[in-house]
């Protein structure tokens, strides 16, 4: 079993003093290629550099997250233009609409969100984006520019099966990470991950966040990291009515297929 996490956030501190070693345990786990999640000016140089130190294992992806929108300024978006042409560097994003925290002015958002888009347009590559409590003007948005890039996904899905119907009308990817395991709000997405075409459907752990919660034995330290993505995957394969090979093959060919690895 091959797998590819399309969403680690490994630039995280919580992975500095033991980097190698979590690389090797995902490899351990049939985890062989894992896209760096870039979600800041920072962190988007820092993807940049693990993709550089690991390539063939490690891809990246720039941009600046919601949350971090208030920071961004003419000098983000002439750098994130930089990277984002960079061979390594294999999506726009994380890019999006938060409403759920609002860690950055709605209005301010909703402007780095266009000008990330833009960005992908201009260097012809896919969009890695999220959405939280904003799908109506992430849609509007959406609809706006799809048509204008090579491929979108919708990153750690968590929304309605309307929403999800949205998003496949339009021609998306759908991430699906250990939310899908947490059964205090993850359960409505067994109901219809089954409903995600078989060429669309991507997995991710979004590492160190969301340990999934029916991970046995649960780590002490409660992080999360990309070994666990075999896990996710025979989650969703249970709730897909499918060998668990089968959604691995199925998602990794997906993933490959969309950031040209």
Known sequence: MQLVDIGANLTHESFRHDFDAVLERALAHGVVQMVVTGASHAGSDHALELARRRPGTLYATVGVHPH???DYSD???AH?????????VRAVGEAGLDYHRNYSPRDVQLEVFERQWRIAVEVGKPVFLHQRDAHHDFLALLKRYR????AVVVHCFTDTRDALNDYLALDCHIGITGWICDERRGTHLREFVREIPTDRLLIETDAPYLLPRTVRPQ???RRNEPMYL?????EIARDRGEPAEVTAANSTAAAR???GI
Not at 80 to 88: H, S, V
């Open 68 to 70: 971090h929108a208030v």
């Open 80 to 88: 994130l233009r930089e990277l984002a042409r960079m061979p390594e």
């Open 219 to 221: 780590p002490s330290h």
């Open 230 to 234: 075999r896990h996710i995957c025979e």
């Open 257 to 259: 297929a969309f950031f």
């Open 75 to 77: 000098l983000t978006d």
């Open 147 to 150: 048509d204008k890039v090579p």
